[in-house]
Each structure stands twice: as structure tokens, then as C-alpha cells.
């Protein structure tokens, strides 16, 4: 049985039925935690008060894709806690409780 795509409310899916899972929320708040650290790692990189002399397109290149796996390992390991509040708010919304830290069971 397929179901229905569901429709488009101004270009935003009104589908909820992936918050149905704790699992799919918190898989949701680690990537957006990711995503928060990588923006704020980039921010920070752009304050740069000058260009180093073996700057080069490569160089930034590959500092970009090293930022990108520091945000997500600082996401998995040692999170900001923004991603937590909006699985925590998401779940506040889809009347779910979150899955307390540590447990196997949603």
C-alpha cells in the first residue's frame, strides 16, 4: 500500500509523520547540530584579519572539508545542546516524550 505524498503548504511539507520515531528526532538534532557548528566554524573562519602567505583555493578547500568532520564530530561528542533543545521542542509538538540518555527503548 503506498500512501499519499503529502501536500506542500507554501513550499514547506506539512508531513509529520517522521516525528512519529525518537530515533528519526534524535538523528534529526545530531545533524542539525552539525550543520549550527559547521555555519558558526565557517562564520569564524571568515574573521580572519589577514591572508597567510601559502594561502591558496586548495588550502581552503581542504580547511573547509576538516571544519565539516570537526562539526561533526564535535556534534557527536561534545554537543552545544542546541540540537537536543529543537528534538526536545520537536518531540514537545508531536507529543512525544524524548528517550532519556543512556536508554535503548524510545
Known amino acids: 500500500m503506498s ?11 506539512i508531513d509529520t509523520s517522521r516525528l512519529a520515531s525518537s530515533d528519526n528526532l534524535e538523528a534529526a538534532g545530531k545533524r542539525f ?19 597567510g602567505l601559502f594561502d591558496s583555493k586548495a588550502s581552503e578547500q581542504f580547511r573547509d572539508m576538516q571544519d565539516q568532520q570537526l562539526a561533526q564530530a564535535m556534534a557527536a561528542h561534545a554537543p552545544i545542546g542546541i540540537g537536543k533543545a529543537m528534538t526536545e521542542f520537536l518531540a514537545r509538538n508531536a507529543s512525544l516524550a524524548p528517550r532519556a540518555e543512556g536508554s535503548d527503548t524510545p
Open 3 to 13: 500512501t499519499p505524498i503529502a501536500p506542500i503548504a507554501g513550499g514547506v511539507s
Open 33 to 51: 547540530e552539525a550543520i549550527f557548528t559547521g555555519m558558526m566554524l565557517k562564520s569564524m573562519r571568515s574573521a580572519k584579519l589577514g591572508d
